[in-house]
T-cell receptor, first 115, second 114 residues
């Protein structure tokens, strides 16, 4: 069955430190992979996506993610975290039944940033 | 930056009543979606809509649910006879590329069933 696992429920990093949020997926075919961010009381904003090609994808707000097929992973990274990055981050996989809109989400990782 | 807007932000309804959640997607988008997030659980896909018809729906989207694009701007989700377990945050989303993955989500409507 298709699934997404984000093993870290809550991560705290210091401002200026690097960040890596983990995402592992289970999917029967080549996945389409996404990272979304949700600030409190707001909707989900697409950070970046992977469909094909270069396995290192760049997104908005200085984020990047690397698709590793052998590890079934799509980890999100940022070299230097800013206080405004504090939010909840969701990894998602799509393509179920050929539809890219039917996304399967992970449970999310809440990021806290300390000064 | 264009936004997906949802109204109301919070809806409180008695069990068994009908509720309509409203969304205004981004104007040049062609693919529309509804998702929901029960408190403490994952975001779940409900339905996708393209070219004035449902293109895909999940098991959650049973006969109690319907969607409509009544005019050129609104996209609505109707729940005919609400149940307690329908209490959740409902997100509308829209997209416009390739298969149309949801690029922009609204801020959600919190639906509370009493």
């Amino acid at each position: 069955a298709q699934s997404v696992t984000q093993p870290d429920i809550h991560i705290t990093v210091s401002e200026g430190a690097s960040l890596e949020l983990r995402c592992n997926y289970s999917y029967g075919a080549t996945p389409y992979l996404f990272w979304y961010v949700q600030s409190p009381g707001q909707g989900l904003q697409l950070l970046l996506k992977y469909f094909s090609g270069d396995t290192l994808v760049q997104g908005i707000k200085g984020f990047e993610a690397e698709f590793k097929r052998s590890q079934s992973s799509f980890n999100l990274r940022k070299p230097s975290v800013h206080w405004s990055d504090a939010a909840e981050y969701f990894c998602a996989v799509g393509g179920y039944g050929g539809s890219q809109g039917n996304l399967i989400f992970g449970k999310g990782t809440k990021l806290s940033v300390k000064p | 930056e264009p936004e997906v807007t949802q109204t109301p932000s919070h809806q409180v309804t008695q069990m068994g009543q009908e509720v309509i959640l409203r969304c205004v997607p981004i104007s040049n988008h062609l693919y529309f979606y509804w998702y929901r997030q029960i408190l403490g659980q994952k975001v779940e896909f409900l339905v996708s809509f393209y070219n004035n018809e449902i293109s895909e729906k999940s098991e959650i989207f049973d006969d109690q649910f319907s969607v409509e694009r009544p005019d050129g701007s609104n996209f609505t989700l109707k729940i005919r006879s609400t149940k307690l377990e329908d209490s959740a945050m409902y997100f509308c989303a829209s997209g416009n590329r390739g298969g149309g993955q949801p690029q922009h989500f609204g801020d959600g409507t919190r639906l509370s069933i009493l």
